[in-house]
């Protein structure tokens, strides 16, 4: 899987859309297609920018986005800080199953959202 932060930002954009387009029909809302197109624009730029979710992936958002649209109890708007929390929470999930398998080792297959984390230093270049 690609990480967002490695999407083109046209492509990431327009699979935005989608995901809010299908928001908009399963709430019953009704936003015209401009509206969409800037949300999308916006909060594709978001998730490559936003540390906190560029490493995620578009899988991540779309389950974020089908559990926000199915579970959220609260009046839903189609906003950006609607999709900031429904994707907050997404990756509550996984930051949970990702402690489970790191610190308390636990299997992989009982962390279902579990991902190995990329490895941001190396010893490549250490002197000996």
């Given at each position: 899987?690609?990480a967002?932060?490695?999407w083109d930002?046209?492509?990431?954009?327009?699979?935005?859309?989608?995901?809010i387009?299908?928001?908009?029909?399963?709430?019953r809302?009704k936003t015209?297609?401009?509206?969409m197109?800037?949300l999308?624009?916006?909060?594709?730029?978001?998730?490559q920018?936003?540390n906190?979710f560029r490493?995620?992936y578009?899988w991540?958002?779309?389950q974020?986005?089908?559990?926000g649209v199915?579970?959220d109890i609260?009046?839903?708007?189609?906003n950006?800080?609607?999709?900031?929390k429904w994707?907050?929470?997404?990756k509550?999930?996984?930051?949970?199953d990702?402690?489970?398998?790191?610190?308390?080792?636990q299997?992989?297959?009982?962390?279902?959202l579990y991902?190995d984390?990329?490895?941001?230093?190396t010893?490549k270049?250490?002197?000996?």
């Open positions: 899987m690609k967002l932060a490695d930002r046209k492509e990431l954009a327009e699979k935005i859309y989608d995901l387009a299908k928001a908009t029909i399963e709430l809302h015209s297609g401009k509206d197109a800037v999308a624009k916006s909060f594709a730029a978001d998730l920018i936003e906190s490493r995620l578009l991540d958002v779309e974020a986005f089908r559990n199915r579970l609260e009046k839903q708007f189609l950006i800080p609607t999709f900031y994707l907050r929470k997404q509550l999930l996984i930051d949970a990702i402690y489970k398998v790191e610190t308390l080792k299997p992989k297959e009982q962390a279902p991902r984390l990329p490895k941001l230093l010893t270049n250490k002197k000996k």
